[in-house]
């Protein structure tokens, strides 16, 4: 009889979140500093961050329909459009953004501030064990403790309620006065995963790095040496200007065409009356072949996770080579703007839902698919 036994698979939770009861908040994967890790990631990567620009432009698109909702102004002196875009580009990056609701005297809503997403986290209720409802955000410039930037939490982060119209009175109250009230905070997660959402890039972590490595790789072969080192024996020189010649000569010659470190050696048992030379090479110039095997398919898997966007939108050398019109491009764009219709169509009701609007007055204009016309109607929430 064949003996068995019970395999119990350990995998990695993808996204930790614990109790930081000390600073009164939910912790946002390791160290707290998922999202702050996600961007250097995708900073570093060419193929991450174009896709990012190619989602968060293939989420606002044109802008708002409604040509007098769109251009209306914060104190901060964003319009509409503009806070569209940033909020877009958070979603592309985070599938997440975070805004602040500002009261009118009337207690409605009167006008949304984006809120760098990488500042949010949620607030620690008092019985969080037994309650996980987020009734509180806040919002800090330094997770990450940058000695350029205050460090103290209490002193400088604001802690704001969770958006709710509905208890905005209580909180004025509460307040003493609405002028003393810091508006409520709308966190808008576009994922499953709660609190905090995942990065549409979570995946392809170790990808995006190492797409970044591979261009650092690059870059030191060419003009670091990193790969492939020239030793340079030479006998006794007669002049020193005849060696110094010798050092201008070797500097001139090197560079992009011939990339690496060059160490000159002087080898005093060279029994010559001219100086004796002997080049001897360590590693070998970048394999042209082994450079791309590695690169087209990290370029890939990473723009995969954008939402499927279209290779050739993320490197416009794939169309040159094959002949791709605009015509075609246009194509490639309009398929794309169309698998994302989900995250722009929440995006627009979640803005509506802030500001207290009719869902068509928000709604974000897409030229690829609708005709020109335009939709006109009252944008001020106080009417």
Known sequence: MIAHKKVNVIVDRALKVNAKVSEKIVGYGDGNLYPQILSELIYASKTASLSVERLSEAIECEGFKNRDFGEMTNAHGDNMDEILNMLAYDVARFRGCALIVQYGGDYRPKMIYPV????????????????????????????????????????TAVTYPAFNPDNFADEVEF???????????????????????LSPFHAVQSEMQAEAMNSTYVERTLTRGFHMCSIISHGEFTEQEEQDAFVKGIKDIM????????VLVRDENALTDKPFIKVDQLGVPIDANLYKAY??????????????IPIPLVDSSLISFSNASGEVVKEMQKVYR?????????????????????TEVCEIYNELEESNSTVNVKTDPNE
């Open 116 to 155: 760098p997403f990488e500042y949010v986290r949620a607030g620690l209720n008092k019985d969080y064990l037994t309650n996980p409802v987020i009734h509180k955000y806040v919002v800090f410039n330094n997770w990450d403790r940058q000695n350029i930037k205050s460090t103290q939490l209490d002193k």
């Open 175 to 197: 307040f003493g006065g609405i002028e003393n009230h810091p508006g409520q905070l709308l966190y808008i997660n576009f994922f499953t995963t709660k609190p905090y959402p």
């Open 255 to 262: 560079g992009a065409q011939g990339a690496g470190s060059a």
């Open 295 to 308: 690169n087209e398919p990290l370029k890939k898997d990473i723009a995969s996770q954008a939402y499927n």
């Open 338 to 358: 169309r698998s994302v219709t989900k995250l722009r169509s929440k995006l627009s009701r979640e803005i509506a839902r802030a500001l207290d609007l009719p």
